[in-house]
C-alpha cells in the first residue's frame, strides 16, 4: 500500500471527528462570572479596589479585601462536560498579622498593573516582580498575586496587560498573521515558532490540517519536527513544554474553534502527563476562572497510554516503578469528578495504578532511536487507537 | 581481751591513719581540702566578728579573704627546713610568697598555701589550744555554721607535717590589742597536743585577723580546676565577701557584690529529737552548776522537767511534764542526780519518738536573701532571667532544714543543666551523682518546663540547717531524705514553671513585637500604592499611613 493512500484513508477517520460547530464554554450558574474587561474597565477595577479599601479608614476600620481562593477547596466541576471552574469560596486579605504581607503584594501587583494600563503598555511576570523585589522576594509570589488580582477583579490575567514569556511552540500546517507579521509554520526550520504570550494580535489562522499533534514535552516535539512529521501527515505539532502556558491553551483552543479539527495528546504514561492532559481539556483549578477562554473540547489521548507499554512490547527496563508521591497523586485523579466524563481515561489511569510503573515518552526509543516516527505513531493513527 | 594490749589511739594519730574521711585521700584532694578547710575557717569567723560588731552596735567590716596557692620546688623546701627560718610579712594581706620563688615545673608537687582574713583573730593563749589540739574549737553548739568537729584546720596542718615536715605559721592579731602574735606550731601525734618551735608577740602591729601558712605536699593539676570552681561558687552564696586568690602568677578576683550582710545565724538550745544518748548524758554530767529557772538563780541540780525545759529548746514546764509523766513514765519532779543509766536509756528512747514536741526552732537559721544571691549570679553567670523559690522548711532528726533553689536562664550561661549545691553556704563540688539535689533534679524533670537543648540553664539549690545531713563524714554530697528530696524537687518546679512563664511571655512580646514591625513596614507600603493608584483623592499617602498605624496602635499598645 502506497503512504498515500495509506493516508487517505486515516483522512477518512479524522473526518469523522471533526468538530463542524465548536460551542462557547458555559460557567455553570453557582461558578464565579468571569468577564473579560477592557483595559479602562480593568482601571477602574483597581481605583474601586483601592476606594473601597480607603473608605474603610474612615471608619476607622482595618482595610480588608475578599480575594477568591483558587485551589481545590473551591473548585467546581460541570458535571455534564467535566470542565473545572472556581466557586465563590474566598479569603480575606487585612490589615492584620496574618494576611497583611498578601495585603500588601496584592495592592503593590495592583499598582504596578494601574500604572501599565495607564501607559497602554504590557509587561512580563518577570518584569512586574522586578518592580518590588524586597516585597516580592520569589516571583512565584508575584506571579500568584497577579492571577489573584485578576479573579478579584473577575476578570482573566489577559485583562491585566501582564504576560508571562513565551513557553510553548508550533510548527507545521498553520498560517497566522501576529501583530501583523505573516507567519508561515512550515518555514520554521526545526525549532518551530514560539507560542505568542499577545494572543490578541494572533490573527487569521488559516491551516489545512486534519489534526494537531500536542506533545507533553520539548524532547518529543523536537524529533517530530526534525522528521517533519507534519510533512507525512497533514498536522499542526504544538507542546506547551510540560505544565502549558495560558497563551498554549488559548492558542490550541483557538486553533480547534477555527478549524474543528482534532487534536492527539502524546503524554508521558505517569499521573503528571495525565494531569497536563487534564488542564487542556477540563482546564485547571489555580486558573479555573479562566477556563472558557482556555480549554479544548476535540482532544484524545493517544500515547503513550499505560496499555501501550504491553501492545507495544515495550521493554521492562524502561519501565519505572511508580514512587509514593505518584501513587498519592494517581489516587486522587481518580477521585475528581471530570475523569467521568472520560472512562477510557480512567481505565488507563487503574490500569498504570494496579501495574505500580509508569515510563516516558523517550521510552520508546528503547525501541530504536526512529520508533516513535517510523513505526509506533503511523500504527496508532492508522489503526485510529485514541481514546 | 585483756587491758593491757589495748592501746589507745589518740585522735591526730587515727585522723592521720584514716585521713581519706576528711577529704585528704590524694594529692590533688588534699591540696583543695587544705584550702577548702583554712577558707571556711575564715569565713567562719568573719561572719562571728560580723555578729559580734552587729550587737554592739558598732560598724562592720567586710570580710576580705585571700588565698594563696605558690608552688615551689623540692629543693626550696628542703632549704627551708635546713634555715628553719621564720615566715615574713605581716597583716592578712600578701600578694604572694616572697621569700620562695615560684615553681613552674608541674611535675615539683611542694606548694605553699597562705590563707588570710580581716576576721577577728585569736587570742595569744588560746592559738596553740584551737590549732594543737585535733577536735578543738569553738564551733561546737547548735548552730548553723561551716566548720563543726574542730579538725579541719588540724587536718590541714598534719598532711602539711606528713608530707613536708614543716611547720605551720600562724600570724593573729586581735582588735583590742595592738600586737601580733606569731606561732610555728606543729602536732605531736602521739599526744594530740602541740610542739612549738617558736612563739612570739610583735608589738606594735595594730591589724586584726589571722593567717596561716602551710608548706605541704599536693597536687594542683587536679585541684586548681576545682578550687576556681570553689570560688566561683562560693562568691554566689556568701556574696558581702571578698575573695582574693593567687595561684602562681596568676590572680582572680571575686569581688563583693552587695553590701546586704544575711541575717548571722543565732546559736540554739538542741531539740529533743537531735539528740542521741551519749549526748544526753553529756547534758546530764554538766550538772551540778549554776541555773536560771523562772528567773530564779539556782545552783545544784534541777528536776527532770526542769532540765528538759532548760536544756531543749521548745519544752515549757508542762510539756516536759506531760512527756514524763504519760511517754517516759518517770516523776517529773526527780531531782536529776537521782537519774540511772536505766532511766537515761528510757528518756533517750522516748525523746526521739515522741511527736508532740514542737517543731525544730529555724529562727536560728541564715538565709541569704534571694536578691544578694541573684545580685551574684548576674554579675558571675551573666544570665538573662533568675526565678528564686524559698522551699518549706523541714525537719531532719531534730534540726530544721531550709532550701532556696535559685534558678539563672539564658544569658550567657552555656546549653544545658548544671547544678550547684550548697550546704551551708559552702559550695559541694564532689559525688554530685549521689547527692539528693541530683536525684531531686533527675525527678523535677526540667524538659517537661524548659529546653535545656535550646537554653542554658544553672540550678542553685542551697541548703541550710544545724546539722546539714551528709551522707558520711567527707561532707561531700547530702544523703538522700525522702522528705529532703521531695522538698528540693517541688522547690525546683515552682522555680521551672517561673522560668516557663517567663519564656513564653518573652516569646508572646517578641511575637507582638515582630508582628507591629511587620504591621508598620505594610501600612507604608500601601500608604504609598494605595495613594499612587488613586491619584491622592481622597487621601494622601502619608494620611492613608498615619490612619493605618493609628488602626495598628489601637491594637498594639507597643510604646514606641
Ligand atoms: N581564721 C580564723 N580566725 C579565728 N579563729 C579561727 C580561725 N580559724 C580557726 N579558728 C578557730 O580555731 C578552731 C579550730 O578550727 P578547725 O578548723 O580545726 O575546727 P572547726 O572549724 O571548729 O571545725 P571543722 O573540723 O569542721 O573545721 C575554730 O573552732 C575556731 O575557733
Ligand atoms: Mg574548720
Redesign the pocket.
Known amino acids: 500500500m502506497s503512504q498515500t493512500s495509506q493516508n487517505l484513508k486515516i483522512i477518512e477517520e479524522l473526518q469523522k471527528l471533526k468538530k463542524i460547530e465548536i460551542e462557547a464554554i458555559k460557567a455553570p450558574k453557582d461558578a464565579l462570572k468571569i468577564k473579560e474587561l477592557s483595559l479602562e474597565e480593568t482601571k477602574q477595577g483597581i481605583e474601586d479596589i483601592a476606594l473601597n479599601l480607603l473608605s474603610l479608614l474612615d471608619f476607622d476600620e482595618r482595610p480588608a479585601i475578599s480575594v477568591p481562593i483558587r485551589s481545590a477547596q473551591n473548585t467546581i466541576v460541570d458535571q455534564e462536560t467535566g470542565h473545572i471552574f472556581l466557586g465563590h469560596n474566598a479569603v480575606t486579605r487585612s490589615l492584620s498579622p496574618a494576611s497583611v504581607r498578601q495585603l500588601a503584594v496584592l495592592i503593590r501587583v495592583a499598582d504596578g498593573i494601574h500604572e501599565l494600563l495607564t501607559l497602554g503598555r504590557h509587561s512580563t511576570k518577570r518584569e512586574l516582580f522586578y518592580t518590588d523585589v524586597n516585597l516580592f522576594q520569589d516571583q512565584t509570589i508575584s506571579d500568584r498575586a497577579i492571577e489573584d488580582l485578576a479573579v478579584t477583579l473577575r476578570t482573566i490575567r489577559n485583562a491585566t496587560n501582564i504576560v508571562a514569556s513565551a513557553k510553548g511552540k508550533i510548527i507545521g500546517r498553520i498560517r497566522f498573521r501576529e501583530s501583523g507579521d505573516l507567519i508561515d509554520c512550515t518555514k520554521m526550520g526545526t525549532g518551530g515558532k514560539a507560542i505568542t504570550p499577545f494572543q490578541e494580535q494572533v490573527e487569521d489562522i488559516d491551516s489545512d490540517a486534519e489534526f494537531v499533534l500536542l506533545v507533553e514535552k520539548d524532547a518529543a516535539f523536537m524529533s517530530l519536527s526534525e522528521a517533519k512529521i507534519y510533512d507525512r501527515y497533514p498536522c499542526i505539532l504544538m507542546t506547551g513544554i510540560g505544565s502549558p502556558d495560558i497563551a498554549t491553551r488559548m492558542m490550541l483552543r483557538r486553533i480547534v474553534e477555527e478549524t474543528g479539527i482534532p487534536v492527539f495528546a502524546i503524554m508521558d504514561a505517569d499521573p503528571y502527563g495525565l494531569e497536563i492532559l487534564r488542564s487542556y481539556t477540563f482546564g485547571s483549578k489555580a486558573l479555573g476562572y479562566e477556563t472558557p477562554w482556555l480549554v479544548t473540547q476535540n482532544i484524545y489521548w493517544l500515547g503513550l497510554r499505560p496499555e501501550d507499554m504491553q501492545n507495544y512490547k515495550i521493554p521492562k527496563e524502561v519501565y519505572i516503578p511508580l514512587t509514593d508521591a505518584d501513587r498519592k497523586k494517581g489516587k486522587e485523579l481518580l477521585d475528581e469528578i471530570w475523569l467521568q466524563n472520560k472512562p477510557k481515561w480512567a481505565e488507563q489511569l487503574k490500569l498504570m495504578l494496579r501495574s505500580g510503573v509508569k515510563a516516558e515518552i523517550q521510552a520508546l526509543a528503547s525501541k530504536g532511536f526512529e520508533y516513535m516516527t517510523e513505526t509506533y505513531l503511523p500504527q496508532k493513527l492508522e489503526s485510529a487507537d485514541w481514546i | 581481751m585483756t587491758s593491757d594490749k589495748v592501746e589507745t589511739l589518740s585522735a591526730a594519730q587515727w585522723f592521720k591513719e584514716n585521713s581519706e574521711i576528711a577529704g585528704f585521700d590524694n594529692p590533688g584532694k588534699s591540696t583543695f581540702t587544705s584550702v577548702r578547710?583554712l577558707v571556711?575557717?575564715?569565713l567562719?569567723?568573719c561572719d562571728d566578728d560580723i555578729q559580734l560588731l552587729q550587737m554592739r552596735g558598732e560598724e562592720i567590716e567586710y570580710p576580705n579573704i585571700n588565698v594563696v596557692i605558690h608552688p615551689v620546688s623540692h629543693e626550696r623546701i628542703r632549704q627551708k627546713i635546713l634555715a628553719n627560718l621564720d615566715g615574713g610579712g605581716s597583716g592578712p594581706v600578701l600578694e604572694g610568697i616572697e621569700d620562695f620563688e615560684i615553681e613552674h615545673d608541674p611535675s615539683e608537687k611542694y606548694y605553699v598555701i597562705e590563707v588570710g582574713?580581716n576576721?577577728?583573730?585569736?587570742y595569744h593563749d588560746l592559738i596553740s589550744l584551737?590549732?594543737g589540739t585535733v577536735f578543738?574549737?569553738?564551733?561546737y553548739g547548735i548552730k548553723q555554721g561551716r566548720?563543726?568537729?574542730?579538725?579541719?584546720?588540724?587536718m590541714a596542718m598534719i598532711h602539711a607535717q606528713k608530707t613536708t615536715g614543716l611547720d605551720t605559721e600562724i600570724w593573729s592579731a586581735t582588735r583590742d590589742v595592738s600586737e601580733e602574735s606569731y606561732f610555728r606550731i606543729k602536732i605531736d601525734l602521739k599526744s594530740n597536743s602541740p610542739i612549738y618551735t617558736t612563739q612570739k608577740i610583735i608589738p606594735d602591729k595594730p591589724w586584726h585577723g589571722?593567717r596561716m601558712r602551710l608548706y605541704l605536699g599536693g597536687n594542683l593539676i587536679w585541684a586548681k580546676q576545682r578550687i576556681l570552681e570553689y570560688f566561683k561558687q562560693m562568691s554566689l552564696v556568701t556574696p558581702y565577701v571578698n575573695f582574693r586568690l593567687v595561684i602562681g602568677d596568676e590572680k582572680y578576683l571575686f569581688q563583693r557584690v552587695t553590701d546586704e550582710i544575711p541575717p548571722l545565724p543565732i546559736e540554739t538550745k538542741p531539740h529533743p529529737h537531735g539528740i542521741d544518748i551519749e549526748e544526753l548524758k553529756e547534758m546530764v554530767k554538766r550538772y551540778p552548776r549554776k541555773y536560771v529557772i523562772k528567773n530564779e538563780r539556782n545552783e545544784g541540780f534541777p528536776t527532770l522537767a526542769e532540765f528538759l525545759h532548760i536544756d531543749f529548746q521548745g519544752i515549757g514546764e508542762g510539756t516536759a511534764k506531760k512527756f514524763l509523766r504519760y511517754k517516759v513514765d518517770i516523776a517529773p519532779n526527780m531531782p536529776l542526780n537521782e537519774l540511772n543509766e536505766a532511766h537515761i536509756f528510757k528518756l533517750s528512747q522516748a525523746m526521739s519518738t515522741y511527736d508532740d514536741f514542737p517543731a525544730p526552732d529555724s529562727s536560728c537559721l541564715s538565709i541569704l536573701p534571694h536578691e544578694s544571691l541573684e545580685q551574684a549570679a548576674n554579675a558571675l553567670l551573666e544570665p538573662e532571667y533568675i526565678n528564686s523559690v524559698t522551699g518549706k522548711i523541714i525537719a531532719i532528726k531534730g534540726h530544721p532544714v531550709h532550701i532556696t533553689t535559685s534558678v539563672a536562664f539564658g544569658g550567657n550561661i552555656p546549653t544545658g543543666a548544671t547544678l550547684y549545691r550548697f550546704a551551708n553556704r559552702i559550695p559541694l563540688l564532689f559525688k554530685e551523682r549521689s547527692d539528693v539535689c541530683y536525684k531531686a533534679l533527675e525527678e523535677a524533670n526540667i524538659k517537661r518546663y524548659i529546653d535545656i537543648n535550646v537554653h542554658g540553664v544553672t540550678v542553685m539549690v542551697s541548703v541550710v540547717s544545724t546539722r546539714i545531713p551528709y551522707q558520711d563524714a567527707a561532707k561531700d554530697f547530702i544523703a538522700d531524705y525522702d522528705e529532703l528530696r521531695e522538698t528540693i524537687k517541688l522547690s525546683m518546679q515552682k522555680a521551672f514553671r517561673g522560668i516557663k512563664t517567663y519564656v513564653s511571655r518573652r516569646e508572646e512580646e517578641k511575637k507582638k513585637e515582630q508582628e507591629f514591625e511587620k504591621l508598620k513596614e505594610h501600612a507604608n507600603r500601601l500608604g504609598v500604592s494605595l495613594a499612587k493608584i488613586t491619584k491622592g483623592i481622597p487621601m494622601s499617602e502619608s494620611e492613608i499611613q498615619s490612619r493605618l498605624m493609628k488602626i495598628i496602635m489601637s491594637e498594639y499598645s507597643i510604646d514606641k
Open positions: 578547710e571556711e575557717n575564715s567562719d569567723a582574713d576576721g577577728p583573730g585569736i584551737v590549732f578543738t574549737g569553738t564551733k566548720g563543726r568537729f574542730g579538725m579541719g584546720a588540724k589571722l
